[in-house]
């Protein structure tokens, strides 16, 4: 009986081996890649891509805005709906941005232009926009979303922080990222 249990507690040993550890030394929870500590701290091994590799915007994105002009009229670039949303989505899905935290950011973003349906005072949504901009900085900064989404928007609220009509635009463009974020890689 007593060569059993050692044999059992020898076998469990074994399969428990380096597999169960992270690169540090702790333990990890079965399926992730590592401990709770490392994943907290952002190591390069962990859940999120290192800042250090982020990805910057591609050339030419958001050239000359959001609109052109016909007939004295401004109309959103088809840029903004398709390519440009394309872009981003998949190298937002590259750094490792998770659907979930993009959605979340889209719903603070469209409670932030209900406001301004409802109060219809701009330099009020201004206010709001910069808070938006502060919180997915927070986010960067605890490793929760990439760089990669801190320059997406620091880039859009460039814009739209001009007047309702870029706001609308950039919203407009936040909901064609998702709507590409969404297809298969």
Known sequence: ?????????KSFSQSAGSSDRCSCGNRKRPNFPTCYDCAQKGKSNGYQSSNKNSKS???????GGYFETKNGRNYIKEDVFIKWAQDIST???????SPT?????FNKLRA????????????KTRQD???FCRDVKYTENRGVTPELFTK???SNIALAKKDPEH???????FQSVIAYFKDKK
């Open 101 to 105: 935290a993009i959605r979340n950011y």
């Open 112 to 123: 932030v232009e209900h406001n301004y349906k409802v109060t219809k005072d701009f330099d």
């Open 91 to 97: 190298d937002l899905r590259s750094e490792g941005m």
């Open 57 to 63: 915007l591609r050339d030419g994105y958001l050239a």
């Open 129 to 131: 926009i910069y808070s």
């Open 152 to 154: 997406f928007i620091d």
């Open 1 to 9: 009986m007593r060569d059993m249990k050692s044999e059992m507690g």
């Open 167 to 173: 706001f609308k635009a950039f919203i407009e463009h």
